[in-house]
């Protein structure tokens, strides 16, 4: 069966510091690998996608890798800050298709 | 803010009670979902309509009624609910260009069910 997997445990990081999050996957070949951050109460919000074409991609302190060989994205905050702190959704989908299927996210918390 | 608003945002029911979530978006979208986020899982799609259209139920129990009356409304009717349905339903919009590269989805603050 497909899977998306990404940390359960909270990743606790130094203000200043480059937070990495791993979404692996198996049984599942996606063309685009999406970023979402989502906030207590709230819904996701879109940060990033990266095509299976593309290698890495960035937006000001954001920067995703894509390696379809590894079946792996890694998703890094650079100069991390406290506002930062939320959870991140990485998100899957097919060629043509608006379908996504989700991780269960992963927390970042960064200490002032 | 992100120009997709639900309603309620809280909701406690009973097993036996009947009520509905409504979403609407100010986008002018042409696409809505509807989602389940339970906790210590992913977020499940449930359903798609496009151009009020039901494009797709991923296999959802029928005590779970979508309803789309126009692109920019989205309602989910609920009735016979379990505990196990206790989660947040987020609705979510896009702009179906037709193109092979997936539309942004916009999604709203969700609302948070309960049922006893």
């Known amino acids: 069966s497909q899977k998306i997997e990404q940390n359960s445990e909270a990743l606790n990081i130094q203000e200043g510091k480059t937070a990495t999050l791993t979404c692996n996957y198996t049984?599942?070949?996606?063309?685009?690998l999406q970023w979402y951050r989502q906030d207590p109460g709230r819904g996701p919000v879109f940060l990033l996608l990266i095509r299976e074409n593309e290698k890495e991609k960035r937006k000001e302190r954001l920067k995703v890798t894509f390696d379809t060989t590894l079946k792996q994205s890694l998703f890094h905050i650079t100069a991390s800050q406290p506002a930062d702190s939320a959870t991140y959704l990485c998100a899957l989908s097919l060629y043509g298709n608006n379908r996504l299927a989700f991780g269960k996210g992963n927390q970042v918390v960064v200490i002032p | 803010e992100t120009g997709v608003t639900q309603t309620p945002r809280h909701l406690v029911m009973g097993m036996t009670n009947k009520k509905s979530l409504k979403c609407e978006q100010h986008?002018?979208?042409?696409?809505m979902y509807w989602y389940k986020q339970s906790a210590k899982k992913p977020l499940e799609l449930m359903f798609v309509?496009?151009?009020?259209?039901?494009?797709e139920n991923n296999s959802v129990p029928s005590r779970f009624s979508p309803e789309c009356p126009n692109s920019s409304h989205l309602f989910l009717h609920l009735h016979t609910l379990q505990p196990e349905d206790s989660a947040l339903y987020l609705c979510a919009s896009s702009q179906d260009r037709g193109t092979s590269v997936p539309d942004t989805q916009y999604f709203g603050p969700g609302t948070r069910l309960t049922v006893l």
């Open positions: 049984n599942y070949s996606p063309a685009y």
């Open positions: 986008l002018g979208h042409n696409a």
């Open positions: 309509y496009n151009f009020k259209e039901q494009t």
